[in-house]
């Protein structure tokens, strides 16, 4: 059991009364995460006492602030227990992560004809970053199919590689149906056609332990601010040998060894990918949020999120006209619930209420969700629908706090 109210307390926002209907509900948790006061304080704390440019200087701040920064690096390489920190290369989030992969492998491996394996559920970043690749080269872009609940059509993946394949990209767990890919079985695909994959892990980081070996994903990316970190500082793992075989993405200072007019010589890994001052305080406050979500513990966090997806799942279903997005059973054989197939994110449509109208009463009683496309226009084609409204849960959220949500949709049921 999660310590909820002390956990609270780390989150002084959550005690904000938002048109002082309830303490503020918030929802919105797939789209950014709140941050505990350790996260916070230790990015004032390096700011107000530490400040100093890293790798640079040879004086006492800067070279503490180096510390700080490269501390950062190997924590992140133990929560993703990668083999070495040189594979973690610090990026401004997901997007920037997907985006250097596209365009530092496209360049190094692709040519005009050759493909890149997508899905139908993935964020606008794992597909216009390829599009933009696809304008570059001429690659061609072919999409894993889903079931009508949103599931991945294992059966259909092995058809589509040939001997133009030659990346996979594809998201963990969709940030609207919350539903859990099974990246494992399209790596082992992937791999036994010599194939690498780019795993976007935005939506599962946050929620369950990721080992970038034990996947044998060659690349994963991630974003501090949806795992309780600041924002403007993500992350892209690689495997040595990809990092190793792939051109730069920007150039500037950090990324060099020597410059010449005629010649310019890059810098090792991870530092080739890092052009420019590095957001340094942020790098702290990602290792801080990741500290913190480890020292809650991961097992106890999915049992509580998995616990509060199950209610929230059940809970909506009893109101009349309820439509939830992606698959919606919540016991398993066992007799025992059962959410093995969606991580803690709920997506819905009650009735004909226009889910902007939804949100916005929503926010009016106190609740903060998110309506709209989710990023995600492809799958909502594949949907038939426009949009949605969702849910999201993080280790912080209450079964009250889905009464509250179930008693609000009501309320602005009657009111239409
Ligand atoms: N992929 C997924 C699955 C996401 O949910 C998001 C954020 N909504 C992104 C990528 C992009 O993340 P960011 O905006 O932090 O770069």
């Known amino acids: 059991m999660l310590p909820i109210d002390q956990i609270r307390k780390d989150f002084p926002i959550l005690g904000r009364k938002i048109y002082d209907k309830y303490p503020l509900v918030y929802l919105d948790n797939a ?21 100093a440019n890293v790798h640079r200087g040879v004086h ?13 690096r190997e924590t992140v390489r133990r929560f993703l227990n990668a083999r070495t920190a040189s594979e973690i290369v610090f990026t401004r ?3 920037e992560s997907i985006n250097l992969v596209a365009s530092c492998f496209g360049q190094a491996f692709m040519k005009e004809g050759d493909e890149v394996i997508l899905t139908e559920v993935e964020h606008h970043s794992n597909i216009v970053s390829w599009q933009l690749l696809q304008q570059r080269k001429g690659i061609k872009i072919r999409v894993i199919p889903i079931t009508d609940d949103g599931l991945i059509r294992l059966d259909c993946v092995e058809a589509l590689f040939n001997e133009r394949t030659k990346i996979v990209s594809i ?46 994903c060659d690349f994963f990316a991630f974003s501090g601010h949806k795992i309780y970190g600041p924002t403007g500082i993500g992350v892209l793992y690689g495997k040595e040998q990809w990092l190793d075989r792939l051109p730069p993405y920007m150039g ?28 340094y ?70 009735g004909n209420i226009h889910h902007l109208d939804m949100g916005t009463l929503l926010d009016r009683l106190g609740i903060a969700v998110r309506t709209g496309h989710h990023c995600a226009e492809p799958l909502m084609r594949r949907l038939g629908i426009e949009g949605t409204c969702r849910a999201s849960f993080a280790l912080y959220n209450t079964r009250e706090e889905v009464d509250a949500l179930l008693a609000a949709i009501l309320r602005i049921q009657q009111m239409f």
């Not at 789209?31 to 400040?51: F, I, L, S």
């Not at 997806?309 to 619930?337: C, F, K, N, V, W």
Request: aromatic share 8%; no cysteine; net charge negative.
């Open 252 to 279: 500037g200072g950090e990324m060099i060894k020597t410059v010449s007019f005629e010649r310019t010589t890059f810098n090792d890994l991870p530092y080739k990918f890092e052009a420019g001052t590095p957001d």
């Open 31 to 51: 789209a950014t995460t709140q941050k505990p006061r350790q996260v916070v304080e230790a990015m004032a704390d390096e700011y107000y006492n530490v400040n």
């Open 281 to 350: 305080v942020a790098s702290t406050g990602l290792a801080r949020a990741l500290d913190y979500v480890s020292s809650i513990g991961f097992d106890a966090i999915e049992a509580h999120e998995q616990d509060l997806t199950a209610y929230a799942l059940s809970r909506l279903s009893e109101i009349l006209g309820m439509h939830i997005y992606g698959p919606t059973q919540t016991i398993g054989p066992d007799g025992q619930p059962d959410v093995s197939h969606r991580d803690a994110v709920i997506s819905f449509q009650v």
């Open 171 to 216: 998201s963990h767990v969709s940030n609207v149906l919350g539903t859990v890919n099974p990246v494992r079985e399209v790596i082992r695909i992937a791999h036994a056609h010599g194939v690498p994959v780019l795993v976007d892990g935005a939506q599962s980081t946050p929620h369950f332990p990721v080992d970038v070996q034990e996947l044998d």
């Open 93 to 95: 989030g997901t997007t």
């Open 60 to 72: 006492f701040l800067s070279q503490q602030a180096t510390d700080l920064h490269e501390a950062s």
